[in-house]
């Protein structure tokens, strides 16, 4: 291991920042909204991206560490200190009005990226304990049925018209918002209860829903220590941290289409139907993330040996500022739309 490797450590400014801010309350507040949207976006409008390489021999002895890994599985205790302590607010119910918008923003932040980022990589590792971690992660987020439709759902289905989380070129984000959620929620339906068949188990052992169990048992403890009040409180957090992933979501495979064949399958997923970003704030923060390209082309693929691909589409900024700009859909499509054609051209 590098001295190098210990920037993702970094990551961990986005949770700390938002311990800050509940504790601080006030201007503070927004915490985590300062670092992930303020800070890092203007970072690297002045940092060009950089496809840095490292030799394949490098990355795969990096698999192998378990420094990368417990930096992943330290989230789980993490998001549930930051958890506990809003909770804890809520139910003291001191917090302004001002307060208690921007903590929900702030908690939600922590939600999106400690949550679901996070139980998105460990989500796809191969041994049940990462993927119990994954669960624990996603839980709070209100979002349990993530892992099952992203990786037997969107990830066979990505850039095609039967893929939800995939936007299409011209859709606003928040049309995208309703289509992904929805038709990912009742695909996760779909997919659990087929596995579940499969498995020959009771209806009651569909993983999606066992884990509304776990969230419903989440939320009464909410409701039952901070009141009505601090339980919306708490839903509209978890929504926050919904709404982070899936404008990742929209940004990730914007306008990118796989090619039907005369057979009336869909050409292969490469590395060509994923937008990539190789900003190194951005890459740290979300731990690789952001190499999507990498990440569908080889799904197996840990996050400290994704690579950078030289046919992968790049986006012009990184994450944060490409997720603000998506909010303004016009301005969105003059950036992006010309870009998409230009691919399709190629």
Not at 24 to 44: H, K, N, R, T
Not at 83 to 91: E, T
Request: charge should be neutral.
């Amino acid at each position: 291991m590098k001295f190098s490797d210990l920037r993702y450590l970094a990551a961990y400014l986005i949770p700390l920042s938002c311990l800050v801010g509940l504790y601080f309350g006030g201007w503070a507040s927004p915490g985590s909204l300062y670092i992930g949207f303020l800070l890092v976006p203007v970072i690297e409008l002045f940092v060009p991206a950089s496809p840095r390489r490292e030799e394949e021999a490098v990355l795969q002895t990096k698999s192998k560490l378990p420094f990368f890994d417990n930096l992943l599985y330290l989230n789980v205790p993490v998001l549930y200190l930051v958890v506990a302590y809003f909770v804890w607010l809520l139910g003291l119910g001191e917090m302004t009005t001002f307060e208690t918008i921007f903590s929900v923003i702030n908690v939600g932040i922590v939600l999106g990226v400690c949550g679901i980022n996070v139980a998105h990589e460990l989500g796809h590792r191969e041994d049940s304990f990462a993927r119990w971690m994954a669960r624990l992660l996603l839980i709070p987020v209100l979002y349990s049925h993530f892992t099952l439709e992203h990786n037997y759902g969107h990830h066979l289905k990505v850039a095609t018209p039967e893929d939800p989380a995939t936007a299409r070129k011209n859709e606003p984000v928040y049309r995208f918002y309703y289509r992904s959620v929805v038709q990912g929620y009742l695909n996760a339906w779909k997919i659990g209860n087929a596995m579940r068949i499969a498995a020959g188990r009771p209806e009651w052992m569909n993983e999606v829903f066992l884990g509304h169990i776990a969230q419903f048992v989440l939320l009464a403890f909410v409701a039952v220590l901070t009141g009505w009040g601090g339980l919306i409180a708490y839903i509209c957090a978890a929504l926050v941290g919904i709404i982070a992933l899936e404008s990742v979501n929209y940004i990730e495979h914007y306008g990118l289409v796989r090619k039907r064949l005369a057979s009336g399958r869909f050409e292969a997923m490469s590395e060509s139907h994923s937008w990539n970003s190789n900003h190194e704030l951005g890459r740290i923060m979300l731990f690789e993330l952001v190499r999507h390209a990498d990440h569908h082309y080889q799904t197996t693929r840990k996050y400290q040996a994704l690579r950078h691909l030289d046919k992968s589409p790049q986006l012009p900024f990184g994450y944060p500022m490409s997720i603000i700009l998506a909010l303004v859909p016009p301005l969105w499509f003059s950036i992006m739309n010309p870009r998409v054609d230009q691919l399709q051209r190629d």
